[in-house]
C-alpha cells in the first residue's frame, strides 16, 4: 500500500540550458523518499532527502528540459512528450511510500489526476445527482428563480349577469331561508341584518336592486355598529344561500384556489372598484366560505 502526500509548485516556463542540475539532494543519502513529479504531459521519478518545498523550480525546468532531449527519450522505453506554450507550468509532487522490493525504476501504475474542475451542465456530484452551476443574473439564474417562486392563482371575475358565476353575486335569483322566512335573494338577508326594519326589506319587492335602495334611503336607521359586523354579517348571508343550493355550492367547490373577484366598477370595498384596486371583500367571503364548506380547517 502507498501513502501519498501532494504539494503543487507553479514555475515559468523553462528556460534554454544545456546541463542537468547536479543534484536535487542532500549530501545524505540514506533510504531518501522517492517523489514522483508530475506536469501536465509527463511524469518523472526524483529522489531526494530535501522537502519539495525548498527545490528550486528553475532546477526542474532545467530537469524537464533534458528530458525531454534525443538523448533521454532514446534511452527511456516509455515514450516522452514535450511540454507546450505553457505560460506558467504547473507540477504536482507526490511523496510515493514504497514496498522494500520496489525501485525507482520500476514505480507503480501512474494513476493520473485531473487538476481541472470540470463545469459543464448535467455533471454528476459525488451522490450521483446533477447539479449546475447558477451564475447570478444570468438567463439561466433567472428561470430557476421563476422555478421556485410559488405559481400565480388562477382568477375567476364575476359580476355581470350574462358572464359565467353570477351566481356568485347577491343578486342571483336564489331564495334564501332564514329563521323560517323566505328572503328572495341573499341581497334581500344582508339588507335585513342592516337595516331595523328587516321585514320591510324582505318584502318591499322581488328585485335586489330594491332592497338596496330601501336601505340606504332609510339610512338613520341603519345599526351603529354596521361598519364593524358587515363582513361577519356577509359571511353569514352567503353561508345561507350556497348550502341551500347545492349546484351554487358545487359551481363554488369547482374553483378550486382560484381567486375570486367581484369586478365591480361601482363598489371598491366588496368590489374591485373603477381603479380595480378596491378591496374586493365579497371575493374574500366567497373563499372563505369556499375553504370552510371543503374542510380547510376555516
Known sequence: MQSRKTITIVTSPPSATRSLPASLTSPITKQAPLYRIE??????????????STWDPQRLNK???????????????????????????EFIITEESASPEETPRSPPTRARTSIYNARRPGVKSASG?????????????????????????????????????YGFTNFSAHPVIYNGKKYPT?????????????EHIRTCSERPSVAFSE??????????????VN???????????????????????????AELIEDSDKDAFWGV???????????????RLRAKLRGDGC
Request: proline share 9%.
Open 63 to 89: 530537469m524537464f528540459s533534458e528530458a525531454g532531449s534525443p538523448e533521454q527519450r532514446s534511452a527511456s522505453s516509455e515514450p516522452m512528450r514535450r511540454a507546450k506554450s505553457y505560460v506558467d507550468t
Open 215 to 228: 336601505a340606504r334611503r332609510f339610512q338613520p336607521e341603519v345599526r351603529p355598529d354596521w361598519k364593524q
Open 129 to 165: 445527482v446533477p447539479t449546475t452551476n447558477f451564475v447570478p443574473g444570468t438567463p439561466q439564474a433567472r428561470l430557476r428563480a421563476l422555478a421556485t417562486q410559488p405559481a400565480q392563482r388562477p382568477r375567476i371575475l364575476f359580476y355581470h349577469k350574462h358572464d359565467p358565476h
Open 231 to 257: 363582513i361577519e354579517k356577509m359571511d353569514e348571508a352567503l353561508f345561507y344561500k350556497f348550502t341551500q343550493h347545492p349546484d351554487l355550492l358545487q359551481e363554488l367547490l369547482a374553483t378550486g384556489d
Open 186 to 198: 341573499s341581497e334581500h338577508l344582508f339588507q335585513s341584518f342592516k337595516a331595523g326594519f328587516p
Open 39 to 52: 506536469e501536465r504531459s509527463r511524469t518523472i521519478y526524483v529522489s531526494s532527502d530535501d522537502d519539495p
Open 273 to 287: 372598484g373603477v381603479d380595480r384596486k378596491g378591496r374586493n371583500e365579497l371575493g374574500k367571503c366567497l373563499e
